[in-house]
């Protein structure tokens, strides 16, 4: 977050919130609208949450019923590890939601945000059996960090947390959940968002160019390789295009200049 956003948002902290938590509510409720303003949203079916600072292992999401370019700092709701609303109307939690996102947060503690679609580039890629092939560059160089998770019915059964964690992998950011939709993960809202905007754009690529109903051109396998290693030194921890920590503040900036300030409320 920029500086003069930073000031800005500071002023509607609510009285008696740590400034840490309202910093995290604002970057949340800004990737919300920006799911919605890159045409990733799906009404309000899919969620984004990100932990809080602090041994109470607390989580926010959205709440039920919330559209996403309505989403505000002070609407998320707030949940610990055991599904418990512990801020927010109970009812308006989304218990597939829960189970998803809670996985990830006990299990990798470092991982601060989880994001979850279903946007129709990458439900197209999670029902094609060879999932998302390595036929664009935006493919390849994201492949060391992607993994698949076969579709289990709607997420409501807490066993299958420890499946979706495995399949993510300790170093996985992107998780195409078959059949379903796709998963991304970060240190940060920015990064989370980051590799689902790539994630987007790689799925729409292959559509595209399997819809123009000739041959494809095949990458070597030595082409494919070389550059899946650049993409390791490029988009991984400490690589010099770290994922969403150059985009961001430009991101918020859009936002602002599209949808106004109405997130940091």
């Known amino acids: 977050m920029n500086n003069d956003i930073a000031q800005l948002s500071s002023r509607a902290r609510p009285e008696g919130m740590y400034a840490a938590e309202w910093r995290l509510r604002c970057d949340l409720a800004a990737c919300y609208q920006l799911t919605d303003l890159h045409g990733m949203s799906d009404l309000a079916s899919t969620h984004i949450s990100v932990m809080l600072p602090g041994p109470e292992h607390h989580f926010l999401v959205n709440p039920l019923g919330t559209l996403f370019d309505e989403m505000t700092a002070s609407a998320l709701i707030k949940v610990d590890l055991d599904g418990r609303v512990v801020q927010g109307d109970p009812s308006l939690l989304n218990p597939a939601g829960f189970i998803i996102h809670s996985a990830v947060h006990m299990a990798q503690t470092d991982l601060v945000c989880v994001m979850h679609s279903h946007t129709r580039a990458n439900n197209a890629i999670a029902m094609q059996a060879m999932g998302l092939r390595p036929l664009s560059q935006k493919a390849c160089v994201m492949l060391d960090f992607l993994g698949y998770h076969d579709y289990e019915g709607t997420a409501l059964d807490e066993d299958e947390r420890e499946r979706l964690v495995r399949d993510l992998g300790p170093e996985g950011r992107v998780l195409v959940l078959r059949n379903h939709g796709a998963l991304t993960v970060g240190r940060s809202v920015a990064e989370a968002f980051c590799w689902m905007l790539r994630l987007e754009t790689a799925c729409q690529f292959q559509i595209d160019g399997q ?29 010099f295009m770290e994922v969403g920590t150059l985009e961001w503040p430009g991101l918020l900036r859009k936002l602002e200049r599209e949808r106004g300030s109405s997130y940091r409320t």
């Open 211 to 239: 819809a123009g109903g000739v041959p494809l051109h095949e990458l070597s396998e030595a082409t494919i390789r070389h550059t899946r290693a650049q993409g390791r030194k490029m988009l991984g921890p400490g690589g």
